[in-house]
């Protein structure tokens, strides 16, 4: 399968980008990868993760997940995890000081919901923009099968997708945006404000527990484990973030930060 992440989070990310005051990034970035974890109840007969009851579920998942990550979470999660070179995923930290309002939240999640949903209307055949310009008859026979028009501009979009993603999230660090919109000084405390111990442990463990239970849950089930994996993933992930942050020292301020000696905390 495709990656959901990052090639979703890229049809999404320039809106923050453009107007940063009204939308809410996160929100942004888990609605446009949620309606695929829920994919994990197809066994479900009448649940479709990408018809309009999986979007009003998606939709409230990512609320009340971006609610919860950025208040609870986000610090422990983004400080028990490396840099990941340019990526520099400690400064993510700061998104704890974003409070966007709960409309803004929720419009932000329905778009990133929707957004994904319209993207796989014309990657997957049958559905109705495959539908509508053509997608749905097989172009080529392959080793995994026949491959539909559908599903070559699934697997091309989400290759060239996947690495737009990362660009876009490199450029929100790299080219100041997340200092345009907190304050470099509220970055540089968040990057060196203190983590709790064997945080790094903490959250690999969690998430290798999620893992393992996502696979034995979905082969109980018959089902390809992938999205099984993907909603353990994401779970795991805040699970492991909330117990870091419970369990952390006291925050840094920026006054403590401008009484260290240069270099020190790094």
Request: aromatic letters at 10%.
């Amino acid at each position: 399968m495709p990656l959901t992440f990052p090639a979703h989070q890229a049809a999404v990310l320039p809106l923050k980008i453009w107007k940063p005051r009204w939308f809410d990034g996160v929100a942004l970035v888990v609605g446009s990868g949620s309606p695929d974890l829920f994919n994990a109840f197809a066994a479900v007969d009448t649940f479709d993760s990408h018809h309009w009851t999986g979007v009003w579920i998606a939709t409230a998942f990512t609320i009340v997940y971006s609610v919860v990550l950025r208040r609870y979470a986000v610090d422990g999660l983004f400080g028990s995890l490396p840099d990941l070179g340019p990526l520099r995923a400690r400064s993510y930290r700061v998104l704890r000081h974003g409070r966007p309002r709960l409309l803004v939240t929720s419009l932000s999640a329905f778009i990133g919901v929707f957004g994904h949903v319209l993207v796989d209307s014309f990657t997957h055949a049958g559905r109705w923009g495959a539908t509508v310009i053509g997608l749905n008859s097989v172009m080529f026979e392959s080793p995994l099968g026949p491959v539909t028009g559908a599903r070559l501009l699934q697997y091309l979009g989400h290759t060239v997708g996947s690495l737009i993603g990362i660009v876009l999230f490199v450029h929100v660090v790299s080219r100041r945006h997340l200092g345009e919109w907190y304050g470099s000084d509220q970055i540089h405390a968040a990057r060196r404000a203190p983590v709790t111990p064997n945080a790094r442990r903490r959250t690999l463990t969690l998430v290798s527990a999620s893992q393992v239970g996502a696979i034995v849950a979905a082969l109980a089930q018959g089902m390809n484990p992938i999205f099984h994996m993907g909603l353990g993933l994401v779970l795991a992930l805040l699970a492991a973030g909330a117990v870091n942050q419970r369990l952390a020292p006291s925050r840094t301020t920026l006054a403590d930060l401008r009484a260290q000696p240069a270099g020190a905390g790094r």
